[in-house]
């Protein structure tokens, strides 16, 4: 069990699934660059919360901003809504819907923290949430994510990691992907030029190397 001063923000575990270094580059070095794809999900997100903190449609109450943590698992974060009904029993059932402006991502990320977000509502309510949604805003429409046996023990095993590597405080190398074009942080990162095994003092070598030979070969040339 991890303490409250202990407890990590789930969007570092989602940074941390989608890219190690950006992941570092947040949450340990502090650095931030917004583009359109950051400012169109904050302001959603911002639409969101905007709304009435807490309403009723039916039998179904409604919460926007809700705060969650898991001490068992050292996360807190925040649900955008959370839909609560009651099930034949009279038992309050949490139904959460995650709000992304994009669409959906080729790999787990969203699911993970989605994940987090519930396991941490379980927690905290003493219930069992085996579903939940996104509402991706390019598409319009919610995508669906039932909580495995997989997805939980994976989002554990990365709420684990996340502590070991908070620990270390160490930023990995770079390693340039498609997905790094779309990254609001590519112009602090350089993933292109400090990648693996490379520094900025190797590029900044090479590039004055570089120009040296092509000034010899000028004078050269010029004889």
Not at 40 to 69: K, P, T, Y
Not at 70 to 82: E, P
Not at 127 to 153: A, C, M, N
Not at 172 to 197: M, V
Request: hydrophobic share 30%; net charge negative; with cysteine.
């Amino acid at each position: 069990m991890y303490t409250e001063d202990e407890l990590l923000p789930i969007s570092a575990l989602q940074h941390l699934v989608f890219c190690k270094r950006q992941w570092a580059l947040i949450h340990l070095e502090q650095q931030w660059q917004e583009n359109v794809l950051t400012v169109g999900g904050r302001q959603m997100h911002d639409r969101v919360h905007d709304s009435d903190a807490s309403e009723c449609r039916g039998n179904i109450r409604i919460a926007r901003g809700l705060r969650l943590h898991s001490f068992r698992l050292g996360l807190v974060g925040q649900a955008d809504v959370v839909e609560f009904s009651e099930d034949e029993n009279g038992i309050s059932q949490p139904y959460i819907i995650e709000y992304k402006h994009g669409k959906p991502k080729i790999d787990f990320c969203d699911e993970v923290q989605l994940c987090a977000q519930a396991l941490c509502l379980e927690e905290m309510l003493n219930v069992t949430i085996p579903e939940s949604d996104f509402f991706y805003g390019k598409h319009r429409r919610r995508h669906h994510v039932l909580f495995t046996e997989e997805l939980r023990q994976k989002t554990e095993k990365y709420a684990e990691e996340l502590h070991i590597l908070t620990e270390r405080g160490e930023t990995p190398s770079a390693e340039y992907s498609s997905r790094c074009k779309n990254c609001s942080l590519f112009d602090i990162c350089l993933p292109q030029t400090a990648g693996h095994q490379k520094s900025a003092r190797r590029y900044i070598q090479q590039i004055f190397r570089q120009h040296t030979e092509n000034q010899e070969d000028e004078g050269g040339n010029s004889l």
